[in-house]
């Protein structure tokens, strides 16, 4: 089922560290003299509202803020943009902060904790209501000028900055604000110099499941045959086949996401209507004709300026029945839908430069977690007709995968070798969404509820006064006397974050204390039917007479989160499967095609090497010029049917278990591959020199696995292959060694 990484704000490991490491700059350059510029650059889709509004958050916390420092804040975006980030920030930190727009405002200034949200374009005209003087004297300068006489810190958060232009007027208005820090927040940053600067690297934002591994440009188009068609009918018949394939994979996964296909029409000049009006007639004939896809069945919308369908209406939501989305470029900036999954551009469209911002829509994941054993549901997919696609950007390269490998069926018969694979396990480290389950059962086998005494919500504090030291040497105990005074709501609030952060026990108390708030406001809005988030169940959490039965509570379900879920996770961590040469590999930019007679894929893609061109294949490199040689030598042994060069981390390549060093379970993802005339098969592992002298747990690993499986009446040899005097030779021992002076246990490989 859809799980939103939002609603409990259980933060990724990338984002809490940038979060960290945003906090930390900001409040270094707080300490500094003058006013002063951070850069946060972070790729589309990894959550950079979440991750400005954790670091607000953090930033404002009273516990950290022993300086007394208080603050305002100001949020500049462009076009909507501004709009969209006030009402996710007000959904996922709703008593965080207070949240206005310019009519809002009260008292001619900015409020403690209070963001005002700004327009780009309206206060970037000449003589605009924000900035020019009027009848109340409530123009923004004058609102900066109150605030900062009040005491208060200004932050300036330039929202998505790479779209705001750096003209003269631009910087006069950030001048003017004179922001202490000004923070810009943008995937391609533009200002130059900053004081300080932090990254969130894209390669994080795909290991942790936030966004797709890539976006695969025409997969397998080659199978949809012409016919007669034309090319837009061809495009939509590759995109809706895809959609329906999806849809059975998310039904597989136990998922009811519904992907979504967005169909980009051409965006042309003002006034030239009548190829646009062609192209969205022939798409809605073909949708109507061949799928009974329409707009009075709710599977079709329209989102353009002068059209915009009624079933427009939760077209975000996961399970939304609208299968195609028509739209403009307009939709392109700020609009987040996970489920959309296929992105369709015609010919039409002028622009051919593929950027990430271009395929931003389809990026993210719908439900923050890459699928195990569908992998095809962790990519984006682009179908158009396009001619020729100019890629820019090194991310763009990387991203975007525009070439495919095929298994040469012709030559292939099923090997079926057994393979693992590895979940990832963030239970270990942190709560999960499971935690929920397990304290509302917690709770009612304990009666907990029965316990509670609601009326208890008077939550006041000792404080020493008049207290005296005479000797310190001798002093143990302080004379004093004391008082008493009851805690203003901001102080509960703080209590109550320590409460919550206190409770996470041995689990992460950043990733953690959102579940634990989660399933406290779960069990006073369902058992005592309180608001969300009510201060007054924070009182009787906090008051002396419920404390320890809730904090028991709290312990108790830590105990059998334990028990249920992460004991549970160690034993299924691995995954042991059949495995088969894909059929598929798609290869970004980066991969050009290189002659290889026996590769089982057709054809076969190597990396560019930017550097290296005195390699063996010049211009062509592998992980290492060892492989480069062993390739060449597979390909041309005459004992050799076919060979596959093997990939790394991923479900869909070969992998055997082995004990590494320090005595855990690891994936040993063997480098080749490869099929004899005699319908035996070598596994191998290239190394040299120090590689080879490290390898000792992988290859003792790899000739266990050889050992069982021939067991099994399997044909299986090989080792850790090394090349010796213009020899190959492998090691297949269960005790591995090696030394170069003495290979008297190394067997020569001849393939020949």
Known sequence: ???????????????????????KEVNELLELEGNKLCIFEAPTGSGKTIMMGEFLKRLINPIDREDGKTFSFIWISVRDLHGQSKKSLDKHFPNEFIYSKFDDLEGNHIRQNEI???????????????IRDNERGKNLLNIIENTKAQGRYIILIIDESHHTAISEKSTQIKNDIGAKVAIEVSATPIFKNPDAHVKVHFEKVIAEGMIKKEIAINPEFKKFKVDGKSSREMVLDAAIAKRKALFEAYKAEGSDINPLILVQLPNLQRGVNDLDKDVLLEVERILKAKYDITEDNDKMAIWLAENKTPNLVNIEKPTNEVEVLIFKQAIALGWDCPRAQILVIFRETKEKVFLIQTVGRIMRMPEFNHYESKPELNKGYVFTNLGDIEIVGNIAKEYLTIHEAHRREEIYKNIDLLSIHFKRQREKTRLSSEFKKIFMD????????????????????????????????????IEHSSMFYSSPEMEIQTYYDLFCKANTGEFASVDSMGPIKSVLNKFFTQEFKFENDDIEFYKIILSSDNTEKIREA??????????TVVEQDREREMEILTWNIPKLISYSSRY???????????PYYTR????????????????S????????????????KWWFKNGYGEINYFAVIYIDKFGKRSAFYVDFVVQMNDGSLGLFDTKKGKTAEDAKERAEGLAKYIKTQNKKDKKLFGGIVIPVDENWRYNDNEKYFYNPNDLKDWKFLNLN
Do not use: H, P
């Open 442 to 477: 917690i709770v009612k086998k304990t009666k907990l509820k029965s316990k509670l005494n609601l009326k208890s919500r008077e939550i006041s504090k000792q404080i020493i006064i008049d207290g005296k030291v005479i000797d310190i040497d001798k002093a143990k105990d």
């Open 608 to 623: 560019i090497s930017e550097n290296n061109q005195s390699s063996l294949f010049a211009g062509y490199e592998e992980d």
């Open 1 to 23: 089922m859809y799980n939103s990484l939002c609603e409990n704000l259980q933060l990724k490991n990338y984002q809490d560290e940038a979060v960290e490491k945003l906090k």
């Open 592 to 602: 050009k095609t290189k002659d290889c007679k026996k590769s089982i894929m057709k």
């Open 625 to 640: 010029k060892v492989e480069v040689e062993f390739i060449k030598y597979l390909d041309s042994a005459k004992k050799v």
């Open 116 to 130: 005002l949200f700004l327009n780009w374009e309206s206060i970037n005209k000449d003589n605009n209501v924000y």
């Open 554 to 563: 709290l312990a108790l379900s830590r105990e059998e989160y334990k028990r």
